[in-house]
């Protein structure tokens, strides 16, 4: 059944012959307005019980919902008409059993509309104008981060599911319309063989496959039926991140309104997740509030999306999964901290991070522990906050996760996780340190301690022998998860070597319009960077912190400004390298030149999924820009040939190069990341 086709409620009728003429809008179902424009279009929807049909006689009534269907008819998306057991499960001989709704029961119906609208085009009704007053406050945070926030109207997966297949004028005969389509998946199989070869070399958190993972995807049409939906927490989560990457037989995947199906369908699937979370808490009605606290409280049973991870362990790593998702593709730092938080105090409950003891869950809970901890410092990190440091546990006795081809890379990414973080927190500190214009020897000390320390495991992550190649499938033996940890490891230890000199190498002048990470913004109306337009060397920097710095706290720092600069540029040069030996998804299991490619047929790279990178990234950038500036001045003044100079341009340019083209595949999935990618491509 398709999705919108229980709406009884709505009533859009066409005039006679008038395929282009009004609609009548009436008893529309209270719901966000962001939906209207959808219901604009539709010219055939859910006829009233009084219409007529072609041959005159009235149509029969439809059937009204019930206020809650069985979990079978649920999952399935049949009509179930509410009885104990219902008629659909007594024909197809199924289990029927009820958990109540948590969604407020039936729809509040709008007063008829008088007006009449006249029929839009889809390209038209694509987005409504929202009145401010009627967004949640939560879209007036600012998302930070430099990400280009996605606005959040779809509150509830109910209106989210009404509004995908509503039918449009698409279904107009003599109207071509390209139909939109999603990427989707025939089973919890399906899903996860398709998280093991986008998700895992990046978010290792399930247990490793038993066999090399095919990416097997159902394309999902707007006016189609999903031929499978997940019921568990885990595989919605898994698929609300899988959506985002168009199907490869898309011709035309970059137009708004199919970049509108698969951000709704996507949002769908998280919201249902995050539901479902909260579904297996509720209180059933049956049980009054005054005898809800003296009631056994039995678990009811769900359905495991993986068997071997128990079942509790499920909601925590759906979680950490939807943090991601929050961060790169909606932008809302808010709420991946929430989603982290959540996470955290779950594995904490459940003692993960004193896990001392072996059983046969003993590596699985390892693994959802420590990347939880990942989950929850990089919400940390990409916030520049220190907040919610307080709620991680002091010590951890938990083992760390082992990668049979690799026995330490786990522990070398962890470890590099805890040193960006600790490094992004001294610069915190030297902002504040240097704004408050207070002692700064404590902050020295610190500095010159942290890049003893720092500068030591970086040369011994130089040293590292990588396992595989950029495009090797992944197999039991996860040679490409090793590959994908340490790489990911190296990155943020020359990230966090950047963090601890970039103030004194740069003082911190402004390249970027907007907050990215922890860098200063310029104003909204400066013109874009560009790498020719830029001086480096102003005896007196002008705004934020800058002036501060220059004048007092920098000569105070236990590093000059070139001792900084050579730092951070090779740290930079690293960061660009290792971004190229970054393995890609392989969804087809054979090995092949890189990029690895949607289908073999197709000329769309695989996206790399779980972005824990775009920050490093945007450290990288800014001093790969601020480095080339600088060159460009001293070519401009000596005005002569000088190879070593125009050499190290060029290393520079390549270096930029590779952080645009990291940025270009985040954004094939990820909206919210599209915003950093924008500012890269600025400066070129």
């Known amino acids: 059944m398709p999705w919108g086709a229980d709406h009884s409620d709505c009533a859009i009728a066409v005039k006679n012959d008038a395929i282009a003429g009004a609609l009548v809008q009436a008893d529309l179902p209270s719901m966000d307005p962001t939906l209207l424009g959808s219901i604009k279009r539709c010219n055939r929807y859910c006829a009233t019980d009084s219409e007529m049909s072609d041959n005159g006689s009235e149509r029969p009534p439809v059937a009204r919902p019930v206020p809650v269907a069985c979990l079978s008819c649920r999952s399935l998306k049949t009509r179930c008409d509410g009885g104990r057991p219902c008629s659909s499960c007594q024909i197809r001989e199924r289990e029927c059993s009820y958990r109540p709704s948590r969604r407020g029961g039936a729809r509040v119906r709008r007063t008829r509309r008088d007006s009449i609208q006249p029929l839009l085009s889809p390209f038209e009704v694509l ?72 998700i895992r070399p990046f978010f290792p958190i399930l247990p490793p496959p038993i066999h090399t993972p095919l990416d097997l995807p159902a394309n999902l049409r707007k006016d189609g039926i999903a031929e499978y939906e997940p019921s568990s927490p885990l595989g919605l989560a898994i698929a609300a991140v899988l959506t985002l990457i168009p199907c490869a037989d898309d011709s035309n995947y970059q137009t708004q309104e199919s970049l509108l199906f698969r951000r709704n369908y996507a949002q769908y699937l998280a919201q249902s997740a995050l539901e479902s979370i909260e579904g297996e808490k509720d209180i059933p009605d049956f049980i009054s509030p005054s005898t809800a606290l003296a009631e056994p409280r039995d678990e009811l049973e769900t359905h ?182 340490r790489c990911m490891a190296r990155i943020k230890l020359n990230s966090a ?106 000329t769309l790279a695989a996206p790399r999924l779980m972005p824990s990178l775009a920050c490093c990234a945007m450290q990288c950038t800014y001093t790969l820009f601020m480095v080339h500036s600088r060159m460009d001045s001293i070519l401009l003044e000596t005005r002569a040939a000088n190879p070593m100079a125009e050499n190290l341009l060029i290393r520079l340019r390549m270096g930029l190069t590779s952080v645009s083209t990291i940025f270009e595949n985040y954004a094939t999935a990820f909206e919210a990341l599209s915003g950093l990618r924008d500012q890269v491509r600025g400066i070129f």
């Open 497 to 602: 070597r950047i963090k601890i000199h970039r103030f004194c190498a740069f003082y911190d002048n402004p390249v970027f319009v907007g907050k990215y990470c922890d860098l200063d913004s310029k104003p909204p109306t400066s013109s874009a960077p560009s790498l020719s337009a830029y001086e480096f060397d102003s005896p007196s920097p002008p705004t934020g912190l800058s002036s501060v710095l220059v004048l007092g706290a920098a000569g105070l720092l236990p590093f000059t400004r070139h001792q900084s600069t050579k730092i951070c540029l090779k740290a930079a040069l690293n960061i660009a390298q290792t971004f190229n030996d970054l393995p890609f998804p392989n969804p087809t299991g054979e090995l092949c030149m890189p990029p690895c490619y949607l289908t073999p047929v197709s």
């Open 304 to 485: 495991r999306f993986h068997q071997e991870v128990p079942q509790e362990l499920e909601d925590i790593i759906a979680l950490d999964i939807l943090s991601f998702y929050e961060y790169a593709q909606r932008g809302n730092l808010k709420k991946m901290q929430s989603r982290a938080g959540q996470a955290l105090v779950l594995a904490m409950a459940l003692s993960l991070h004193e896990c001392s003891e072996e059983d046969l869950y003993s590596e699985v809970k390892a693994r959802v522990w420590w990347m939880t901890y990942i989950s929850m410092t990089q919400a940390n990190i990409v916030s520049n906050s220190a907040s919610t440091s307080s709620a991680l546990p002091q010590r951890s006795v938990t083992k760390y996760p082992l990668v049979q081809a690799d026995s330490e890379a786990f522990e070398l990414f962890i470890q590099a996780q805890q040193i960006l973080l600790t490094c992004t927190q001294f610069a915190a500190e030297l902002v504040k340190t240097a704004k408050a214009n207070d002692d700064m020897f404590n902050v020295c000390e610190r500095m010159k301690a942290l890049e003893q320390y720092v500068e030591g495991v970086n040369r011994e992550a130089d040293t590292w022998i990588l396992q595989g190649s950029p495009t090797s499938p992944l197999e039991s033996s996860e040679e490409v998860v090793s590959r994908a940890l």
């Open 127 to 198: 987005v409504e104008e929202v009145h401010p007053q009627q967004l949640a406050i939560e879209n007036f945070i600012e998302p930070g981060a430099g990400l280009l926030h996605v606005p959040e109207f779809l509150q509830d997966s109910d209106h989210i599911f009404d509004s995908l297949f509503l039918p449009n004028v698409a279904n107009v005969p003599g109207i071509t319309v390209s139909t939109p389509m999603v990427r989707t998946y025939g089973s919890d199989y399906a899903i996860l063989e398709a998280y093991y070869v986008y």
